[in-house]
């Protein structure tokens, strides 16, 4: 058990660009899930994958974020446009079976900084 | 649209000292987890409760659900410096939705 990786740690944008981050779940499990997180405040559901099917979205999800889990393995999250209100840890989590209280295991994040 | 308060959203203790933090929601969770989050790092389970009424013990950590599954309490026994972080509690469902943390700080 390797954990859940994501890269970049850190990735420092001027706005307007376009930025891509990876995760790389435990590799058995089934669920992947996309979340933001401001300073102080509790991380905020994005968006969630079963496998390769996106299943649900968050209306924070605007039409400059989109998240694709082709393989049902890694997932990306691309922002386009990036706005400063952009900038925030990205938290991806991980979790198996068909049962909601499976804890998810969370990696350590992206830290996007939008000047 | 469930909303889920944290209260204190600021705590700052003396080593030693015991504590209580509370978790409430609008409405009836269908279970509760409780995550600890330290800087730099995703947040990690510490507990799932289930059942109304349920108390899970983890260590120097105690765990209540309410009867009525609308909040729940985490409590803290002598604390320690490494107990130092963020509190959060999160409704379990397809869509894991926290609320805003605890910021916890054990003072040595």
């Known amino acids: 058990d390797t954990g859940v990786s994501q890269n970049p740690r850190h990735k420092i944008t001027k706005r307007g660009q376009n930025v891509t981050f990876r995760c790389d779940p435990i590799?058995?499990?089934?669920?992947l899930y996309w979340y933001r997180q401001t300073l102080g405040q509790g991380p905020e559901f994005l968006t969630y994958?079963?496998?390769?099917?996106?299943?649900?979205k968050s209306r924070l999800l605007s039409d400059r974020f989109s998240a694709e889990r082709p393989k049902g393995s890694f997932s990306t999250l691309e922002i386009q446009r990036t706005e400063q209100g952009d900038s925030a840890m990205y938290l991806c989590?991980?979790?198996?079976?068909?049962?909601?209280?499976?804890?998810?295991?969370f990696g350590n994040g992206t830290r996007l900084t939008v000047t | 649209t469930q909303l889920l308060e944290q209260s204190p959203q600021f705590l700052s203790i003396q080593e030693g000292e015991n504590l209580t933090v509370y978790c409430n929601s609008s409405s009836v969770f269908s279970s509760l987890q409780w995550y600890r989050q330290e800087p730099g790092e995703g947040p990690v389970l510490l507990v799932t409760?289930?059942?109304?009424?349920e108390v899970k013990k983890l260590k120097r950590l105690t765990f209540q659900f309410g009867d009525a599954r609308k909040d729940s309490s985490l409590h803290i026994t002598a604390a320690q410096p490494g107990d130092t972080g963020l509190y959060l509690c999160g409704n379990s469902g397809s869509r894991l939705t926290f609320g805003e943390g605890t910021q916890l700080t054990v003072n040595p």
């Open positions: 994958f079963q496998n390769e099917a996106q299943l649900e």
């Open positions: 989590a991980s979790s198996l079976g068909a049962d909601y209280n499976s804890p998810l295991h």
């Open positions: 590799s058995e499990h089934n669920r």
């Open positions: 409760v289930v059942t109304g009424g």
